[in-house]
């Protein structure tokens, strides 16, 4: 089997070779290929030495090598994992600073800058399965790039080829909900239900019986992912309205208190998220080209992607292996929530076997998240047209649509300073 992985110059990519070296037993990876534009050679480089000493240490016959020819890379290919940034950190910077001018959240799944971010990357996703379409055809599309949800609806709205989208935080939501119950993760059965960054567990399931209240009656100090600095004020809010969030909706229910802290970031010396990602990513390259380095470092983790290869590599597993266990993935809607079109992409349980991601039919979205759920989606639609076509004034209604903005002169500086501070990757935009 060949896997392939695009965006392999991102210092994730340790996670997902060990995710292949834990899942050798079942799942017959013979090789690897790394792919990333020429910006990132450096770091693929190192990606690919580490990524050997590693499946050396761990006695497995899987060659790996790295390419800047996509669509050779892709030749043949069975999975393959998208984890890429266009414009890299430089890129998320901007997305984070720009909207802090106007007094909007900066966050690069979020609000305008994960808007931005969708704009940059839904082209690129559409040329790479272009090529994919030409080279290898029934390979399945594992989407962790973000904004992931509406990658993934774009990918599956315009292109031929199979695609799942992916994300960490639900399985790293799955696994703190088993540690405050104080039970193993495998004797946990939790359901969630919403978009990508906007979904809840409304059950947690355990020993046949929904142990939601139970959950959230237990407070956990550290927060789900570490990209987000927990909130005390949405444990209570979770209480009252009976499921655990997303952290992401801290963006939405908490809106001043984290336009308060990015804010205050950006002016300190830390600087905003992509800053210190900067300082993090540079620690973990030099560690990864320490010759004596065989394993993952503890450091990755301050990365914010957690069990990210535990996600990945699970997925693809029980694809190739028809297992028809449930993971939480995400797929296209097909009346699971009938307010949406069919055709959106959700986040949810889903059987997984060789035929992708079936949905189950049992979930319900909980009245009062509806709302935001319906606008949201709204915002992804146009943001899609938007991307595709370099419309404007779908861009600004895109704008407009999202609840982090809320007024019409903000929506129309933003676009215009992010136009113009990302014009080198929004060439459909023109100027």
């Not at 997902?16 to 693929?44: A, F, N, Q, Y």
Request: some cysteine; aromatic content about 6%; charged content about 25%.
């Amino acid at each position: 089997m060949k896997l392939v992985v695009i965006g392999g110059g991102s210092s994730y990519t340790p996670e997902l070779v060990e995710g292949v070296i834990l899942h050798s037993r079942t799942l017959p990876v013979t090789e690897i290929v790394l792919i990333d534009v020429p910006m990132g050679e450096k770091k693929i480089q190192i990606n690919t030495d580490f990524a050997k000493r590693m499946i050396a240490h761990a006695g497995l016959d899987i060659s790996v090598r790295y390419t800047l020819d996509r669509k050779e890379g892709l030749a043949g290919a069975a999975f393959v994992i998208t984890q890429l940034r266009v414009g890299g950190l430089g890129a998320r910077a901007k997305d984070e600073r720009i909207p802090l001018t106007y007094g909007v959240i900066g966050q690069e799944t979020t609000g305008p800058g994960g808007f931005f971010k969708a704009l940059r990357t839904i082209p690129v996703l559409l040329d790479i399965c272009k090529d994919m379409e030409e080279v290898c055809p029934d390979a399945w599309l594992i989407n962790f790039t973000n904004p992931a949800g509406i990658v993934t609806e774009a990918v599956l709205k315009h292109t031929g080829i199979k695609c799942i989208g992916l994300c960490n935080v639900s399985i790293n939501m799955w696994h703190d909900a088993a540690g405050r119950l104080g039970v193993p993760v495998e004797d946990m059965d939790c359901r969630f239900i919403g978009l990508n960054h906007l979904s809840v567990m409304n059950h947690a399931y355990c020993g046949g019986e929904d142990r939601i209240g139970d959950v959230l009656a237990v407070s956990n100090s550290e927060s789900v992912v570490k990209n987000i600095e927990k909130n005390d004020e949405m444990d209570i809010l979770a209480r009252e309205m009976g499921c655990m969030f997303s952290p992401y909706l801290q963006y939405f229910y908490s809106e001043k208190e984290m336009l308060r802290k990015e804010t205050k970031e950006a002016l300190s010396i830390e600087g905003t998220r992509a800053n210190q990602v900067k300082r993090v990513e540079a620690e973990l390259f030099k560690c990864y080209q320490n010759e004596s380095l065989k394993e993952k470092p503890e450091a990755l983790a301050k990365r914010g992607g957690a069990r990210y290869s535990e996600a990945a590599i699970k997925l693809i597993d029980s694809i190739y292996n028809d297992r028809k266990d449930v993971q939480v993935v995400d797929v296209q809607n097909h009346g699971t929530i009938p307010e949406l079109p069919d055709d959106c992409v959700i986040e949810m349980n889903c059987v997984i076997g060789k035929n992708g991601a079936e949905p189950l039919k049992d979930a319900e979205v909980p009245a009062e998240i509806l709302g935001l759920v319906v606008q949201v989606k709204a915002y992804e639609l146009l943001t899609i047209e938007a991307a595709i076509e370099g419309d404007r004034r779908k861009a600004l209604l895109a704008l407009m649509n999202n609840p982090l903005v809320h007024d019409v002169k903000d929506a129309r500086g933003i676009l215009e300073d992010m136009l113009e501070a990302h014009k080198e990757y929004l060439p459909r935009f023109g100027q």
